[in-house]
């Protein structure tokens, strides 16, 4: 079998190991991957987001399978093109894809569907926006770019002032281009975050087990929003209380809102949750696989992926037993220093051959690398993520902290306290 993978992220990296572990995974390839990646696949030199060049390409080389990993191509139908061509691909249609690609799409789908969210009114005009904000008297507020703005079109505001600022910022100064033309202000919640990643094929929703991003750049959630400096799985404060409340009141409900709209929803959805006092509120939904998330949800993944994804594209993963480990999973990022505002690139990276660590159980995912005259260096904000797992939660992070150890490279940031604040609520 001939699977492409479309993504060049650590995430990416991420399913590519996990579907060569299927012998009848015979040739592997990704578009465009990046330089670490290309030890586990062949790189097809065609960017993520150029939907005719993949599906033209596909098409030609004969592949059995393409897998779609990030947003933009989802929500550009590139899994429409290539089902169009007669290849079976894993991710949703762009009609699907909606319900990350615009958050007034997403926010109007849970009203309609009594599906726990922030409280929250949509804006087109500026005026009513600043009209809003004005009578508003409940701070922090949070303003939401209405598109797809990289994690970063949402801003937490303190008071009336930052509001109406991020307000002008995203709707007259185009801060996040035509993605803040509409915004969404909301309802402030608090309580620990949750991601829970699932397969669906639109009759069945299988969770994955349950995971814990960090967002922010600096120890002890400071600093900017990134793309995720870490992650730990499982979370220890989705209990299987709150689980079966998340499918019988967020889960289920969300497929079948999806299938009642005219747009059933099949590939990996991914919940972002908040456990508030008042139950579990949906924060946001991806179409895809979160990154870091899928670093250490998809090592605990026992049954076999490529099966999995393609009972989800042919409607059968009714028929499918998918299981998780019981062990504990953690990922370190490692970042360019400056990341993720201003950073070099080109940066030797040392303690790798061939990509990985010898001697070491923990597996490196290459999300910024590039190959310069047979040497890794650095290619972007976040270049590696290093994954071991543990019997328990503690020795996991330890375990991927030991690893991490052994790679550095010129201004290397990292956080030092992944998985602090998920062993404080084990306590
Ligand atoms: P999003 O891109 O929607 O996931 O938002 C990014 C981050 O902003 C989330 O992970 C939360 O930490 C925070 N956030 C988003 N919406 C809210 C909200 N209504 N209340 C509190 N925090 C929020
Ligand atoms: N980790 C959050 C995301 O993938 O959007």
């Known amino acids: 079998m001939k699977v492409l993978v479309v993504g060049g992220g650590g995430r990416e990296h991420a399913i590519l190991r996990k579907l060569k572990e299927n012998p009848e995974v015979t040739e592997l390839f990704a578009a465009p991957g990046n330089g670490g990646i290309g030890y586990d696949a062949v790189r097809v030199p065609i960017p993520a987001t150029d939907v005719e060049g993949i599906a033209r390409w596909a098409s030609l080389e004969g592949m059995d399978y393409v ?5 933009d191509p989802l929500a550009m139908g590139l899994v429409d093109r290539l089902t169009d061509k007669g290849i079976p691909a894993f991710g949703p249609t762009a009609a699907a894809a909606r319900i990350e690609a615009s958050k007034a799409f997403s926010k109007d789908l849970m009203k309609k569907y009594h599906i726990p969210t922030a409280e929250y009114e949509t804006f087109t005009e500026v005026s009513a926006a600043r009209e809003y904000l004005t009578r508003n008297q409940r701070w922090p507020i949070v303003v939401k770019a209405d598109g797809l703005a990289l994690g970063k079109g949402v801003l937490i505001c303190r008071s009336r002032e930052e509001a109406l600022e991020a307000v002008e910022e995203m709707m007259v100064g185009g801060r996040f281009g035509a993605s803040g033309n509409t915004v969404v202000i909301e309802e402030f919640l608090t309580g620990p975050e949750v991601s829970v990643l699932s397969f669906t094929d639109g009759r069945t ?4 087990v349950s995971s814990m991003d960090h967002k922010r ?4 959630d400071r600093g900017l929003n990134t793309g995720g400096m870490g992650a730990i799985a499982p979370n220890p404060y989705y209990t299987p209380g709150i689980a079966r409340v998340c499918m019988e009141t967020i889960f289920l409900p969300t497929m079948e809102a999806m299938n009642a709209e005219g747009r059933t929803f099949r590939g990996c959805l991914y919940f972002g949750l908040m456990l508030t006092p008042d139950g579990p509120k949906v924060i946001e939904y991806n179409c ?6 899928t670093q250490v949800v998809l090592p605990l993944l026992e049954t076999d992926l490529f099966t999995v994804m393609r009972a989800v594209t042919e409607g059968s993963l009714r028929t499918v037993d998918v299981t998780f480990s019981h062990r504990s999973a953690a990922c370190v990022v490692l970042a360019s220093g400056g990341y993720p505002e201003h950073y070099e690139k080109g940066k030797v990276i040392t303690g790798l051959v ?3 660590l010898p001697e070491s159980d923990a597996v490196v995912y290459h999300a910024g690398t ?3 005259e047979g040497e890794l260096v650095t290619a972007g904000g976040r270049v590696l993520g290093v994954t071991a797992l543990g019997d ?3 020795q996991a992070v330890e375990n991927a902290y030991r690893a991490a150890d052994g790679i550095s490279f ?3 940031h990292r956080r030092g306290d992944i998985g602090a604040r998920a062993l404080a609520a084990g306590k």
């Open 217 to 220: 750049a600096l120890d002890g």
């Open 410 to 412: 010129e201004g290397m």
């Open 392 to 394: 328990t939660l503690e």
């Open 288 to 293: 895809r696989f979160g990154d870091p998330e």
């Open 370 to 372: 590039a190959l310069r």
């Open 67 to 71: 897998v779609v990993a990030p947003d």
């Open 354 to 356: 061939n990509g990985q």
């Open 205 to 208: 929703l299988v969770p994955m």
